[in-house]
C-alpha cells in the first residue's frame, strides 16, 4: 500500500507559478511511475505529467509541454511539479498518483492503483 499526500496548490495570477509536491509513504515508492492529473469542475480527469521510477523518461499533456516540468527524488519519495506561465484554464483540483510498473500507461488514470486526496490550484485572470 502507498500514501500519496500532495502539497502546494493555491491562489496564483495568470502568468504565475506554482511548485506541487507530493510526499509518498507506504511501501517504497521508487518502482512505481508516477504522475499528476487535474480535474476541474464538471469535467472529467486529465492527465498532466508522468514520470518513470528512474527518473529518466517524462511525459506531458500537450497543453502543458513547456510551461510544465515534473521531477521525482526516489531518495526522498516525492514527486514534484514545477508550474510556471500559468493560465486560467490550468485551475482545477491537481492529483497525484502512482503506478506499478507492469500494464502502466503513463496518461491513463484507469492505469494507476493509489491517488492522493488532490490539491488545489487557482489561477486568477
Known amino acids: 500500500q502507498v500514501q500519496l499526500v500532495e502539497s502546494g496548490g493555491g491562489l496564483v495570477q495568470a502568468g504565475g507559478s506554482l511548485r506541487l509536491s507530493c510526499a509518498a509513504s507506504g511501501r517504497t515508492s521508487s518502482s512505481y511511475g508516477m504522475g499528476w492529473f487535474r480535474q476541474a469542475p464538471g469535467k472529467e480527469r486529465e492527465f498532466v505529467a508522468a514520470?518513470?521510477?528512474?527518473?529518466?523518461?517524462?511525459y506531458y499533456a500537450d497543453s502543458v509541454k513547456g510551461r510544465f516540468t515534473i521531477s521525482r527524488d526516489n531518495a526522498q519519495d516525492t514527486v514534484d511539479l514545477q508550474m510556471n506561465s500559468l493560465k486560467p484554464e490550468d485551475t482545477a483540483v491537481y492529483y497525484c498518483a502512482a503506478a506499478r510498473l507492469v500494464g502502466w500507461a503513463p496518461s491513463r488514470p484507469s492505469r494507476y492503483n493509489y491517488w492522493g486526496q488532490g490539491t488545489q490550484v487557482t489561477v486568477s485572470s
Open positions: 514520470i518513470t521510477w528512474s527518473g529518466s523518461s517524462t
